[in-house]
């Protein structure tokens, strides 16, 4: 789960830059996160306002998930681990049905710096569309 200093920066309305941008639109550098339908949040484009992403915290998940994200990933974004989280893209279905969340390609924030990047985790058997209950 998000670590508690993490977790407190991230309480308010937030902007991260992607210095990559996201998988797929790259070109888009700013976006907000925002409180959303806990246990939701979404991260809205600053320059394009269509688009947008409804995130989780992976850890709700899958217990520990943090841990299946190597250390080299974490470490790109900054040193200080303790204050990174990762969130989980999700694709919501009709009437809250088919909800799914992509736990291969996280996206990783340094809460210090508000800096972030999504990864792709290749080797982790893990799914882009792995179901929510």
């Known amino acids: 789960m998000q670590n508690k200093t993490a977790a407190l920066a991230l309480e308010t309305d937030t902007l991260i830059h992607f210095e990559e941008g996201l998988i797929g639109f790259c070109e888009y550098k700013t976006f907000l996160l925002r409180q959303f339908m806990v246990p939701f949040r979404l991260l809205q484009c600053t320059d394009r306002l269509d688009l947008s992403f409804v995130v ?18 974490w470490t790109s ?5 303790s204050n990174q989280v990762a ?10 049905e088919g909800t799914a969340a992509n736990l ?11 800096l972030g990047r999504q990864v792709i ?3 982790s058997g893990l799914s882009v569309h792995h179901p929510l209950r």
Do not use: H, W
């Open 121 to 123: 985790l290749t080797d």
């Open 87 to 96: 969130f989980a893209i999700c694709a919501i279905g009709p009437s809250g």
């Open 56 to 73: 989780i915290d992976p850890n709700l998940v899958i217990k520990n998930y943090d841990e299946l994200i190597p250390a080299r990933d």
């Open 104 to 114: 291969q390609a996280p996206i990783l924030v340094d809460c210090d710096g508000m």
């Open 77 to 81: 974004l900054g040193s200080d681990r």
